[in-house]
């Protein structure tokens, strides 16, 4: 699941899914991980653009309300019922195949959700694999998710990491695209 419904304020309202780095949109960069790690079915949370892949679109309840908003739509959008989802953010210059598969992998029986973790010990719930049980029940935990941040799932979870400084890096901020484009 990606969810890619932000405004990009920090940005200047840029559309941070359609920025190119690498020769690829983000949004392009984070189905192909998605695809590639053999994913049932990639769910987009946010408005239609052009992807290189097909994908299943939904947007979030309402239009720009924000990060769990989104994912709430994307579970709602599943065609299929897995067992555990990947979420993904749609600004992520390094997210790949091998990092997701690297998120589902860790897991365990003990753990609801496997997120990615950097250096400074921030945890980023938007590249993290979760158990959907769980997750739905933190959902339910946390009612309506408009306006709500995605890390007020966390503390519902029982969450491992993933030390990963390059998976977990976004694109925020000019600085943030200066450093992934040369």
């Keep these: 699941m990606i969810l890619a419904g932000g405004a990009g304020r920090r940005l200047g309202g840029t559309d941070k899914p359609g920025l190119v780095v690498g020769g ?7 189905v192909a991980a998605a695809d590639g790690a053999g994913a049932a079915q990639v769910v987009v949370a946010g408005p239609r653009r052009d992807t290189s892949t097909p994908v299943t679109w939904t947007r979030e309840d309402p239009p720009g309300g924000g990060p769990l908003a989104g994912l709430t739509a994307g579970l709602a959008a ?11 953010a749609a600004d992520l210059p390094r997210v790949s195949s091998a990092l997701v598969g690297r998120l589902l992998a860790g897991l365990a029986q003990n753990v609801d959700a496997v997120a990615v973790v950097d250096a400074s010990g921030w945890v980023q719930p938007l590249v993290a694999a979760y158990r959907i049980e769980p997750l739905r ?13 995605v890390r007020a799932l966390l503390d519902r979870l029982r969450v491992a990491t993933l030390p990963d400084d390059d998976g977990a890096a976004d694109i ?4 943030d695209l200066a450093r992934w484009r040369p």
């Design 78 to 88: 599943l065609d299929v019922a897995p067992d555990a989802v990947v979420v993904l």
């Design 24 to 30: 690829q949109t983000l949004l392009d960069r984070a």
């Design 172 to 175: 925020d901020t000019p600085g």
């Design 137 to 149: 029940a933190a959902l339910d935990a946390v009612g309506d998710p408009r306006d709500r941040p």
